[in-house]
């Protein structure tokens, strides 16, 4: 795996030693590929932009999705702490299996209300990858101390979406008055993965990632796989809010099964060849395919 920034959907990626790190042994190359941008977002909001701690409570929009997932795991990693979801009443059995505690279905109901019920005085942080009118009900959920990180602007993406309500996002979430956070002792952070590729704290993270995996901790959840001609489709399924956990790009589509009178040994042959010949790249993970000792010695 690397941290190769952008540019990496490509057949063939150029990244520096330094940046790699050996997938482990039982994580397959499209589960691997869901780890670098989901839960390197998810892991450096919760501890470094909020700074998570055992006995807290967090709201997360989109828990169905890749970072929704990612914030999940790792959020339940600390002891005694409350997640609030927000999905589609469809995802609720995955969100919940996954460890949230209270999903809730945005589409039906108000979840400031909801969450209220539940936690009068509110919660500690809330992961905002919405914006819009969604960023200050976030802020007014927050218990003092707390802190909204705001990762994304997806309300601003609506399919009915016109230059009235781009305006009216944009206006709800940039009028927002920074001398709130005085009287009411509040944070609010901006997250963004994309300018901090070069950081040396994110390689620090991903190993600790990697770790994190190993103890069972991370459970990456690949939703479903495109070729880089599917990419269309792929965009679709994102937009449409129909995917739960991440989905992932490969290069090529996948090679027909093998005619059932060729040879097994045929078919190895050509297999190993192609792992150790080229660079695959995974959305946004770089692959080397690698033979078993490669893995291991990295």
């Not at 009235?164 to 609010?188: C, E, H, M, Y």
Request: glycine fraction near 8%; aromatic fraction near 10%.
């Amino acid at each position: 795996m690397c941290v190769s920034g952008r540019g990496a959907w490509s057949e063939k990626v150029v990244a520096p030693a330094e940046r790699v790190i050996p997938i482990p042994e039982k994580l397959s190359f499209e589960e691997a590929a869901a780890i670098p941008v989901n839960y390197l977002t998810a892991y450096l909001m919760l501890f470094r932009c909020a700074h998570l701690r055992e006995g807290q409570s967090v709201l997360i929009h989109m828990a169905a999705g890749g970072v929704g997932v990612a914030a999940t795991q790792l959020a339940k990693s600390v002891p005694n702490v409350t997640l609030f979801g927000t999905a589609s009443a469809p995802k609720h059995a995955v969100i919940k299996e996954n460890g949230i505690d209270y999903p809730i279905d945005y589409r039906t109901t108000d979840y400031e209300v909801e969450v209220k019920k539940i936690s009068p005085d509110g919660v500690d942080i809330v992961l905002d990858p919405l914006a819009g009118k969604d960023f200050k009900k976030g802020f007014n959920l927050l218990r003092p101390f707390g802190v909204t990180v705001l990762f994304g602007g997806a309300n601003f993406l609506q399919e009915n979406k016109s230059y009235f309500n781009l305006a009216k996002q944009w206006f709800q979430t940039s009028s927002f008055d920074p001398f709130q956070l005085i009287g009411k002792n509040r944070t609010v952070s901006g997250f963004d993965l994309g300018g901090l590729f070069k950081n040396p704290d994110v390689l620090v993270a991903m190993k600790e990632l990697v770790r994190l995996y190993e103890e069972g901790v991370v459970k990456p959840k690949v939703d479903s796989v495109f070729a880089f001609e599917e990419i269309g489709e792929a965009q679709k399924r994102m937009h449409s809010r129909l995917n739960v956990g991440k989905i992932i790009l490969v290069p090529r589509k996948a090679a027909k099964p093998e005619k059932e009178t060729e040879e097994k040994s045929e078919a190895v042959s050509t297999e190993k060849n192609e792992r150790n010949c080229h660079y695959d790249c995974v959305d946004t993970l770089c692959l080397w395919t690698p033979t078993s000792t490669d893995r291991k010695s990295g």
